[in-house]
């Protein structure tokens, strides 16, 4: 936390001023005697791509923290020109904090480049304009901390973490909280593991690895479910909408695995339904590797033969997309057939394509998934903060369609840093950094929760395996239905014991 003036833009350690010294020489010794000019893209700075962003793996891919001063391209012409004016957006919130006392806060994710990626773009621009939200929010208010918001991109699949850990904790002027964190990846348990050592919190918003948590990585939370918890929830689905003999039956039930050990979220997913339905019959491929197509129109064909009830698909949302597409061009389009996925599913709720669209609005296929947040799964009245939430995006027209729960969860995310870092700055004499924010994150307890858009968070705090979870969070449990409004069939409670209850604003 600083308190007075408005941090710089961060920039990369190591050498990078040294080749604006050459290049001013070279410049100098150009302009003296006409010669030399050509040396300067040999001893200029070819991996910059602006301050604080640089070019990782030999390629144009440039990955970095800004400030919203850099523009980051995704590939797509809508998406990035709504990805700018986000930008702006930020960059304005950043410069009108003045002098006053604020924290800093980086949103990182993996953002995809040439189609390279299991992120999507859609999933970037909503989570962005979430934590947007959130900044804007926070320094609207009468609040004694403003918050400073840098976006940290850490290339497709985290291929540039180093880059970025080097960015957020010891160039410049470092980030005090990191939010979001991308995706269950090995890359991001990298990152993660570098935040930790460097004493930095962190608040997962999309996160949902069992193990990528506090109990691994000390000071970093989540707002929302684990996998294991998601598939409890699509199990208590199947359980409600199936007869017993029909999941029991021999090939009532199968399991469509990418076995990539790399990727937490499939593993995770895989584990735990194959716990649960022991008999499922289990077909696994490698999603990194070539040929994964092929493997999954073999599958859906062989699957359909089989005619079982329902199908789980531990995949990422690119793969479970081309997987409906085959059961759709293989399976007898009058064969009831239910599929089951977890949260990434949520990036197919606005897909146009019509080979994805088509089985599941002209056949017996029904596709249900586990989501982290969605605007019509409140326990009562709509939450304050989604109500906040709608408020900031639809006047810039920027991620006013929430189904997918992106913004709702890295609104929360952020709002659950700024909270914390307010709790314990606010204690503390100007000037003063607040250093260790635990006690900030431990007062959101079952006791008194964080009340956020996607409901309320209760973190766990003690020293178990589920340490800087949220509490037997509610989850949603939706049929996709592309082009039409997405339906709720199941709001699944972990526990027995009532879910925490919010009785107000996000630190109620």
């Given at each position: 936390?600083?308190?007075?003036?408005?941090?710089?833009?961060?920039?990369?350690?190591?050498?990078?001023?040294?080749?604006?010294?050459?290049?001013?020489?070279?410049?100098?010794?150009?302009?003296?005697?006409?010669?030399?000019?050509?040396?300067?893209?040999?001893?200029?700075?070819?991996?910059?791509?602006?301050?604080?962003?640089?070019?990782?793996?030999?390629?144009?891919?440039?990955?970095?923290?800004?400030?919203?001063?850099?523009?980051?391209?995704?590939?797509?012409?809508?998406?990035?020109?709504?990805?700018?004016?986000?930008?702006?957006?930020?960059?304005?919130?950043?410069?009108?904090?003045g002098k006053a006392r604020h924290v800093t806060i980086a949103y990182a994710l993996p953002m995809?480049?040439?189609?390279?990626?299991?992120?999507?773009?859609?999933?970037?621009?909503?989570?962005?304009?979430?934590?947007?939200?959130?900044?804007?929010?926070?320094?609207?208010?009468?609040?004694?901390?403003?918050?400073?918001?840098?976006?940290?991109?850490?290339?497709?699949?985290?291929?540039?973490?180093?880059?970025?850990?080097?960015?957020?904790?010891?160039?410049?002027?470092?980030?005090?909280?990191?939010?979001?964190?991308?995706?269950?990846?090995?890359?991001?348990?990298?990152?993660?593991?570098?935040?930790?050592?460097?004493?930095?919190?962190?608040?997962?918003?999309?996160?949902?690895?069992?193990?990528?948590?506090?109990?691994?990585?000390?000071?970093?939370?989540?707002?929302?479910?684990?996998?294991?918890?998601?598939?409890?929830?699509?199990?208590?689905?199947?359980?409600?909408?199936?007869?017993?003999?029909?999941?029991?039956?021999?090939?009532?039930?199968?399991?469509?695995?990418?076995?990539?050990?790399?990727?937490?979220?499939?593993?995770?997913?895989?584990?735990?339904?194959?716990?649960?339905?022991?008999?499922?019959?289990?077909?696994?491929?490698?999603?990194?590797?070539?040929?994964?197509?092929?493997?999954?129109?073999?599958?859906?064909?062989?699957?359909?033969?089989?005619?079982?009830?329902?199908?789980?698909?531990?995949?990422?949302?690119?793969?479970?997309?081309?997987?409906?597409?085959?059961?759709?061009?293989?399976?007898?389009?009058?064969?009831?057939?239910?599929?089951?996925?977890?949260?990434?599913?949520?990036?197919?709720?606005?897909?146009?394509?019509?080979a994805f669209t088509r089985p599941l609005r002209e056949s017996a296929l029904t596709m249900v998934?586990?989501?982290?947040?969605?605007?019509?799964?409140?326990?009562?009245?709509?939450?304050?903060?989604?109500?906040?939430?709608?408020?900031?995006?639809?006047?810039?027209?920027?991620?006013?369609?929430?189904?997918?729960?992106?913004?709702?969860?890295?609104?929360?995310?952020?709002?659950?840093?700024?909270?914390?870092?307010?709790?314990?700055?606010?204690?503390?004499?100007?000037?003063?950094?607040?250093?260790?924010?635990?006690?900030?994150?431990?007062?959101?307890?079952?006791?008194?929760?964080?009340?956020?858009?996607?409901?309320?968070?209760?973190?766990v705090t003690d020293d178990s395996p589920r340490r800087g979870d949220a509490f037997e969070k509610?989850?949603?449990?939706?049929?996709?239905?592309?082009?039409?409004?997405?339906?709720?069939?199941?709001?699944?409670?972990?526990?027995?014991?009532?879910?925490?209850?919010?009785?107000?604003?996000?630190?109620?």
């Amino acid at each position: 936390m600083t308190d007075g003036h408005v941090l710089s833009p961060i920039e990369p350690v190591g050498p990078s001023r040294i080749p604006r010294i050459a290049l001013c020489v070279v410049l100098a010794l150009a302009v003296l005697t006409g010669v030399a000019v050509w040396v300067i893209h040999e001893i200029g700075q070819p991996d910059s791509c602006g301050a604080g962003v640089v070019k990782v793996g030999g390629s144009d891919e440039c990955v970095g923290v800004s400030d919203g001063s850099y523009r980051f391209v995704l590939g797509d012409a809508t998406i990035d020109g709504d990805l700018g004016r986000l930008e702006d957006l930020i960059a304005k919130q950043n410069a009108s904090i003045g002098k006053a006392r604020h924290v800093t806060i980086a949103y990182a994710l993996p953002m995809p480049w040439n189609d390279l990626g299991t992120l999507t773009r859609i999933s970037v621009l909503h989570q962005l304009a979430g934590a947007w939200a959130a900044q804007s929010a926070a320094n609207a208010g009468p609040a004694p901390l403003k918050v400073r918001l840098l976006i940290a991109n850490f290339g497709h699949d985290g291929v540039g973490w180093q880059q970025v850990l080097t960015g957020l904790t010891t160039a410049g002027d470092p980030a005090d909280v990191v939010v979001g964190l991308g995706q269950s990846i090995r890359n991001t348990y990298q990152l993660a593991g570098g935040l930790a050592n460097a004493g930095r919190p962190m608040v997962g918003a999309m996160i949902t690895a069992d193990d990528l948590n506090g109990h691994t990585f000390p000071n970093l939370y989540r707002v929302g479910p684990t996998n294991t918890q998601q598939i409890a929830a699509a199990i208590a689905y199947l359980q409600g909408a199936f007869d017993e003999s029909a999941l029991d039956r021999v090939n009532g039930v199968y399991v469509i695995a990418s076995g990539t050990p790399q990727d937490n979220y499939v593993v995770n997913l895989t584990k735990a339904f194959k716990q649960s339905v022991p008999h499922a019959v289990t077909l696994t491929y490698d999603g990194q590797a070539p040929g994964w197509s092929q493997a999954l129109d073999t599958f859906a064909a062989s699957m359909c033969g089989a005619h079982p009830s329902a199908v789980y698909v531990a995949a990422r949302a690119a793969q479970l997309q081309y997987f409906v597409e085959q059961v759709g061009a293989h399976c007898d389009s009058r064969m009831p057939l239910t599929v089951l996925s977890g949260d990434d599913a949520a990036a197919l709720v606005n897909s146009a394509d019509v080979a994805f669209t088509r089985p599941l609005r002209e056949s017996a296929l029904t596709m249900v998934y586990t989501a982290i947040g969605y605007p019509g799964a409140s326990t009562g009245s709509r939450p304050p903060r989604l109500t906040e939430l709608r408020g900031r995006l639809d006047p810039v027209n920027i991620a006013t369609d929430l189904t997918d729960g992106s913004a709702m969860s890295a609104f929360d995310a952020v709002e659950l840093a700024v909270g914390a870092a307010t709790f314990v700055i606010s204690a503390l004499p100007p000037g003063t950094s607040g250093g260790n924010l635990f006690n900030g994150f431990a007062q959101f307890n079952r006791a008194n929760p964080f009340c956020g858009a996607t409901g309320p968070v209760a973190l766990v705090t003690d020293d178990s395996p589920r340490r800087g979870d949220a509490f037997e969070k509610p989850i949603p449990v939706l049929r996709l239905l592309p082009g039409r409004a997405t339906s709720l069939k199941l709001l699944y409670t972990p526990t027995d014991d009532p879910p925490p209850v919010c009785r107000g604003g996000p630190a109620s």
